[in-house]
């Protein structure tokens, strides 16, 4: 009965950062709230009325998640003319910086793992923020990996694995994998962020 209530409060969840992410500006605002009350179910801290919770959660952090996330966007902006760019070199020239690509999309992926985690946790300012999540990501490189690769796999058995069943991937996506994901990931984010309670 516990893990169904888990599931159904991950659920609710997950049905509001999918309606508040829709505007895609307030995307950061719905991660750092998704993540608020998956620590919550974690340490089983969680309010009676889930939904309540992720709202609060959504309205107190909404100034440093919406500045991190332009933030963030901007660096998606960037890596993606990057691409572009090196889409138009030379074939044996592409090779080179494609692999200097690849590694400046895992050294981003590492520190953004931890960046709307750290909001919903901590009232830091977004540029403390912002430098402690790359530095964590470095300093707990095992949780970071172990991040990574939950959300890679949840990628990977959704759209990959059965192409056919992408209808149902997607509806999986809408009502329960993200907030299942953010779950799964806040047990090693309690890890990780020990280091930053010292």
């Known amino acids: 009965m516990s893990a169904l209530g888990k599931l159904a409060d991950l659920f609710f969840c997950n049905m509001l950062f999918v309606v508040f992410s829709l505007p895609i500006i307030t995307m950061g605002a719905s991660l750092s709230a998704l993540h608020c009350c998956a620590v919550s179910l974690v340490n089983d801290t969680e309010e009676s009325f889930i939904p309540l919770q992720f ?40 090779k080179t910086y494609r692999i200097t690509f690849y590694v400046l999309v895992f050294l981003f992926l590492c520190g953004f793992q931890y960046i709307f985690p750290l909001i919903a946790q901590f009232p830091l300012k977004v540029s403390q923020v912002l430098k402690n999540a790359w530095l964590l ?60 309670k010292k």
């Not at 909404?62 to 760019?85: E, V």
């Not at 694995?161 to 309690?190: C, K, Q, T």
Request: charged share 10%; aromatic share 20%; net charge positive.
């Open 137 to 196: 990501s470095a300093a707990e490189l095992p949780w970071t990996l172990l991040t990574i690769a939950v959300e890679a796999a949840a990628i990977y058995l959704s759209f990959f694995m059965n192409p056919d069943a992408y209808g149902i991937s997607l509806f999986l996506w809408a009502v329960e994998i993200p907030a299942l994901i953010a779950y799964l990931n806040s047990f090693f984010f309690r890890i990780a962020f020990r280091r930053m």
């Open 55 to 94: 709202w609060k959660a959504f309205r107190k952090n909404f100034k440093r998640s919406t500045l991190a996330w332009l933030i963030c966007l901007g660096i998606f902006l960037l890596l993606g003319a990057y691409y572009l760019a090196v889409s138009m070199l030379t074939p044996s020239l592409q």
